[in-house]
């Protein structure tokens, strides 16, 4: 089964390491917009509301898409934190994702490229140990056959990473299928050829 998608967040997730004395602390969660990466942020910033800094990071879409991004170095020197953990989520093949790094400071100075190394670094290691989910645009669609075609219509289905939601038996077999986006045309396509014309596919209308 393909998968037509990209992996994400399945949620919450922190990593903790100590360097040089200062404790960082790398919160994760998902953020399907900039709104809720907000909350996120704003939920680790309260929750250690004593830390010298909680420097953050987020891309609120596919992976590498820079259209819905944000960072801040919170106190730090420019460009020391937020910008290494921005480039460390843009590289990282996990989209819909928000970081924070929280610091204790711990006595001694890291330097800029310490503190650079540092909050990538804590980026990398919550990467390295995040549970992701496979996150697939879908069209939800109905497909009508007569009913020697619906072995080989649930064959083309599987095939396309399309599923199956409900099944209506009358005269005919209509079935709802979740398909995913640029599997569509295709869906379309195989069910012309395959039953001569005879079945269709018709896109549910959304709800007003």
Known sequence: MPQDGYEVPSGFHRVEEVI??????????????EEEARRH????????????HNCWA???????DTA?????DDGEPHGTAGRPMLETLLHGEVGEI???VTRYYGGTKLGRGGLGRAYAGGVNLALASLPTILRVDRTRV????????????????DELGAVKEEEVYGARVRLLVAVPDRALDDLIRRVADWTAGDGWVEKVRPRP
């Open 20 to 33: 040089r004395g200062s404790r960082f602390i790398t919160t994760v969660d998902r953020a399907r917009s």
């Open 41 to 52: 942020i704003d939920a680790v910033r309260g929750e250690f509301a004593d830390a010298t």
């Open 58 to 64: 987020y891309v609120a879409g596919p992976p590498g």
């Open 68 to 72: 819905r991004i944000g960072m801040s």
């Open 98 to 100: 928000c970081a924070v």
């Open 142 to 157: 109905w497909v009508e056959v007569a009913y020697p075609a619906v072995d080989p219509l649930l064959r083309h289905l």
